[in-house]
């Protein structure tokens, strides 16, 4: 019975560190204010959740229980709390989210094919410019 809890709880607590780490990614790679505090957020709550009661199922003691589970409920509804209120601030300030076409402009633009210059894959293509250079020198291609 000890090796099950044990398994257990070593899920939940690899589960809430995993869940801790994207919480961070998260905060990186999303590109506004109020999205990487939804994805702190969330992931901050279900990592505590997570971790605390990873712990739980290896308490040993009731008073240690006792502890874990006041923390577990502060932790629950404070997190959230923050969050909302944060928000709140920031729309208060004037910070507005970002719409669909703002997240257009954040991705990275691929450049377009120039339709008035040929291709360098085509057969036949010039291969560089150095042809057209040496002959505004008054060199042909075939004096060379």
Request: hydrophobic share 30%; proline share 18%.
């Given at each position: 019975?000890?090796?099950?809890?044990d398994i257990l709880s070593w899920i939940f607590l690899l589960g809430g560190g995993f869940l801790g780490v994207t919480g961070a990614l998260g905060l990186f790679r999303f590109p506004d204010f109020y999205t990487r505090l939804h994805a702190a957020s969330v992931t901050d709550t279900l990592c505590a959740g997570l971790i605390v009661l990873g712990l739980l199922l290896q308490a040993t003691s009731v008073m240690m229980?006792?502890?874990?589970?006041?923390i577990l409920l502060?932790?629950?509804y404070t997190s959230p709390t923050g969050a909302h209120a944060l928000a709140k601030a920031a729309?208060?300030?004037g910070l507005?989210?970002?719409t669909d076409s703002d997240t257009d402009e954040l991705?990275?633009?691929?450049?377009?094919?120039?339709?008035?210059?040929?291709?360098?894959?085509?057969?036949g293509a010039p291969q560089s410019g150095t042809a057209k250079s040496e002959q505004s020198q008054?060199?042909?291609p075939s004096t060379r």
């Open positions: 019975m000890s090796s099950i809890l229980v006792f502890k874990l589970l006041l502060v932790l629950t729309r208060h300030g507005k989210p970002l991705q990275p633009s691929t450049p377009q094919p120039d339709p008035s210059q040929p291709d360098a894959s085509q057969p008054g060199e042909s």
